[in-house]
């Protein structure tokens, strides 16, 4: 009868044993899919697919688009033409040092007193510029292009002038404005008869012995103004319109050719002689800077676009 008990000891602590030895075991199992690390790292790399990333690429077409915007007011490019002759008052000389050829009396103003940079200034007794550049005589077509500050507007002056010299003698057949001499010139004033002229204008005129032309209009104003002269057809019907400050002012023409087979050089300040005895009012005073020439009629968007350019990208006529 003992032993029965001794048997059923040894069997509880067999029984025993096992439980003993499988508790460890359930840590072992749960610790090796401890893998809830996997839902762990799913949110970390799903934020690095997030659509931040996406939205960017709409921004990107964006300033593309507002890029053509800013062509030009109109729409269409201006490509200004260069001039073939350009005179800056900056300088004396050019690439070839021979832009001017005489000068007397007319003075550099400093910087601050010129339109572009530095600019001449005439005191109104006999300060002359010479040029020898001649091509205005044969161009059939061409643009003058001049920016002007009055310093008189009471009197009549060349502001530039082209004509019959009379290089021999510089008397009665040299060119001194309105008269039967081969000319052309840009004046202060408006000749209406002999010693009878008209006070506050500014006046183109190109003519000779038969045939003339002439644009006038008003001139208030001594501050800084672009002046566009436009000739068309010399040698044919002669057309010639005024512009200041990208405004026109008027257009005259001709029915013949104008002759300009006696011109000689261009210049600014006087004209060929003197006017009549005591007669001293043909002398400019005031200033003049960025002269240009070009060899055919400029657009209206040509002209306003070069005024723009000239007056620190303000309109002129504002």
């Not at 021999?168 to 309105?178: D, S």
Request: hydrophobic residues 35%; contains cysteine; glycine residues 8%.
């Amino acid at each position: 009868m003992k032993t029965i008990p001794l048997i059923i000891l040894v069997l509880v602590v067999l029984v025993t044993g096992c439980i003993q030895l499988q508790v460890p075991e359930k840590p072992d199992t749960s610790d090796v899919p401890v893998q809830p690390s996997l839902p762990t790292e799913e949110p970390t790399t799903a934020p690095v697919i997030t659509e931040p990333a996406a939205q960017p690429k709409p921004i990107s077409p964006l300033p593309a688009a507002q890029t053509p915007a800013t062509v030009t007011p109109t729409g269409t490019k201006i490509v200004l033409p260069e001039p073939v002759y350009h005179l800056t008052m900056d300088t004396e000389t050019s690439e070839d040092g021979k832009i001017i050829s005489y000068s007397k009396g007319a003075s550099k103003t400093t910087k601050l007193l010129g339109k572009i940079n530095n600019a001449w200034n005439f005191d109104g007794s006999n300060d002359i510029v010479t040029l020898t550049d001649k091509r205005l005589q044969s161009m059939n077509e061409f643009t003058i292009v001049i920016w002007i500050k009055p310093g008189d507007l009471l009197k009549r002056a060349h502001i530039f002038w082209q004509g019959d010299e009379d290089k021999e003698t510089r008397a009665e057949n040299a060119g001194n404005g309105w008269g039967p001499q081969q000319e052309m010139h840009l004046s202060l004033g408006d000749e209406i008869g002999m010693s009878n002229y008209k006070i506050n204008k500014l006046t183109f005129y190109v003519g000779d012995d038969k045939n003339n032309l002439k644009v006038s209009t008003e001139m208030n104003t001594r501050e800084w103004q672009q002046v566009v002269i436009i000739v068309k057809n010399v040698n044919t019907k002669p057309t010639a319109e005024l512009v200041i400050d990208t405004v026109s002012r008027g257009v005259a023409g001709a029915s013949s050719p104008i002759k300009r087979d006696k011109w000689g050089t261009l210049r600014f300040g006087t004209a060929g002689r003197s006017g009549q005895a005591g007669d001293s009012d043909r002398d400019y005073k005031g200033s003049i800077d960025e002269f240009a020439i070009y060899d055919r009629a400029l657009t209206t968007n040509e002209l306003n676009k070069l005024c723009l350019r000239q007056n620190s990208g303000k309109p002129c006529n504002e």
